[in-house]
């Protein structure tokens, strides 16, 4: 108000000043007010000018106010006086890649969203093998997520793979689930996976690869912004695939059919650049009995051959594998029925 007042008094052809009187300014504005405009910038451009120096001040909002035309240059550009330079960044501090931090960012969320379905699932049944896994996750997302802020403000060159190597211990904490619980928990990590998201559209599928049912892709959305899912799911035989965008479905090889007391080799082609920590489970189709073989191994790109072993003794049931791969603070889960036949000979003869 002070300006358009002083305006009346001076006729001026424009006015250009600070917005509030009680701005934290120092001699810095004057010197650059005074050097802009013998280098013959526009008053529009000095005010910009100003208002960029005090956001790196800290003042929030714009600092100058312009009463005339932004266009308008009161002097031509002479030489006599240049723009003081920009500061220059402090030695040996990189800025952080904003993208990078971004995504990261976005990963600890998916992350910290499952932990809080697996949570809600233990308030309902409580599981103390499972709390413990959640809680080691929760540990490591939160060492990650202080990792990210720190190199927010001071970056230096390793805070991704510091963050990298969270991940990884993350990732661990989850595959352990499948194996330190007695019932491995994969229906509540397909529930805590999703608890999130909502449907927002289906897509063809191939049919079953077990019995040829007819299947559908399920597309999920999350109105907290946490990244998109998709599921695939049997029928008659139940959930077979549940990832994010960020990882791809896995190529699976699996025989025809399991025998007692005989290894079985599972199949797992990793797509290039593929990366994190995978797991293979293969469990009868009973909680109570526990898991029949477990192995856990880091992904590389290409084929993996994994050989698991069956007690002498099962059940003749129709078993699961289960297949968990982790990166990034991402979980893809796959699973697939595989037959429990008593005798090698007979199913050759069968055939």
């Not at 072993?309 to 594998?321: F, N, S």
Request: include cysteine; charge should be neutral.
């Amino acid at each position: 108000m002070s300006l358009a007042l002083d305006a009346i008094e001076g006729h001026p052809q424009a006015v250009l000043g600070l917005l509030r009187g009680d701005l934290d300014t120092s001699g810095h504005e004057p010197r650059l007010t005074a050097a802009s405009l013998h280098s013959g910038a526009r008053l529009g451009q000095l005010a910009t000018l100003l208002d960029a120096h005090g956001r790196r001040r800290g003042v929030r909002g714009p600092s100058a106010i312009l009463l005339g035309d932004p266009e308008q240059q009161l002097h031509m550009p002479d030489g006599a006086l240049a723009p003081p330079a920009p500061p220059a960044p402090a030695a040996g501090r990189m800025p952080a890649d904003a993208e990078a931090l971004g995504n990261w960012r976005v990963r600890l969320a998916d992350a910290e969203a499952l932990e809080h379905g697996l949570y809600a699932s233990l308030d309902r049944r409580p599981d103390a093998d499972l709390s413990a896994c959640v809680e080691e996750m929760t540990s490591h997302r939160q060492a990650a997520l202080d990792m990210l802020l720190a190199a927010a403000r001071t970056p230096d060159e390793t805070w991704e793979e510091r963050v990298e190597e969270r991940s990884r211990n993350w990732g661990h904490a989850v595959l352990e689930i499948l194996n330190r619980t007695r019932g491995g928990a994969f229906s509540r990590q397909l529930v805590a996976s999703r608890a999130h998201h909502h449907a927002s559209h289906w897509s063809p599928a191939p049919a079953c690869g077990y019995c040829r049912a007819p299947r559908e892709f399920e597309h999920l959305t999350s109105p907290l912004g946490l990244t998109d899912r998709r599921t695939l799911r049997c029928p008659k035989c139940g959930p077979a695939l549940s990832l994010p965008p960020t990882l791809h479905p896995l190529d699976i090889d699996v025989p025809p059919a399991l025998f007692p007391s005989q290894p079985a080799d599972i199949h797992v082609a990793f797509p290039e650049q593929a990366r994190g920590l995978f797991a293979v489970r293969l469990r009868s189709r009973s909680t109570q009995r526990g898991s029949y073989d477990h192995a856990a191994l880091t992904a590389t790109p290409g084929r993996h051959t994994i050989t698991l072993t069956l007690p002498k003794d099962p059940l003749l049931e129709l078993d699961r594998l289960w297949v968990v791969h982790t990166d990034r603070f991402h979980v893809a889960y796959h699973q697939q029925r595989l037959p429990l036949l008593p005798h090698h000979s007979n199913t050759n003869h069968q055939q």
